[in-house]
């Protein structure tokens, strides 16, 4: 297995004896390359299908504000953007609030895409994540929870701190 950006991976030992965050960064650290082959399969751009979801929740968002939750820079939501508007399923329109700001906006088209597109790839991503025994779900479920809580903590705190220097 190559590195990953860990180094020698085989020099920490077998993972079975590995600390609980190493073995969650390398988790993590596969999963996003996997998750964007098997979305990609599907004949869509991983950019694109978080964004169309992101817009059918939230339809009317500003592209700053799409690139902040997907975390991706706004030159790729740029691209994308310009990919969807294209192929009918996104369009720029101007803020009614603000002239000068764009907002985004999902198509009829875009829904059908996302509707078209969105039970086949989840079916294929709970494949990939459903390897959980059912006794051991209520322990994983209650760590997720819990380092999720840890990491927003973290960030409030860090801003914070950055408010108060």
């Known amino acids: 297995m190559e590195n990953l950006g860990f180094g020698d991976l085989a020099a920490w030992g077998p993972r079975e004896e590995w600390p609980i965050g190493r073995l969650f960064g390398l988790a993590t650290r596969l999963s996003g390359p996997i998750v964007w082959?098997?979305?990609e399969r599907h004949g869509i751009s991983p950019a694109g299908f978080f964004l169309l979801r992101l817009l059918i929740v939230e339809d009317g968002l500003r592209p700053g504000e799409v690139a902040k939750r997907l975390l991706v820079t706004p030159a790729t939501i740029t691209s994308v953007v310009d990919t969807l508007e294209r192929n009918g399923h996104v369009r720029r329109?101007?803020?009614?609030?603000?002239?000068?700001?764009v907002m985004l906006r999902i198509t009829d088209s875009g829904r059908q895409l996302l509707a078209e597109k969105s039970r086949p790839i989840g079916r294929d991503l709970s494949r990939l994540y459903d390897v959980v025994d059912e006794g051991d779900e209520p322990a994983v479920?209650?760590?997720?929870?819990?380092l999720i809580t840890q990491f927003e903590n973290y960030s409030h705190d860090e801003e914070a701190e950055e408010d108060s220097a």
Do not use: K, T
């Open 93 to 101: 329109e101007r803020s009614y609030r603000d002239r000068r700001g």
């Open 37 to 39: 082959r098997i979305i």
């Open 141 to 146: 479920r209650r760590f997720l929870l819990n």
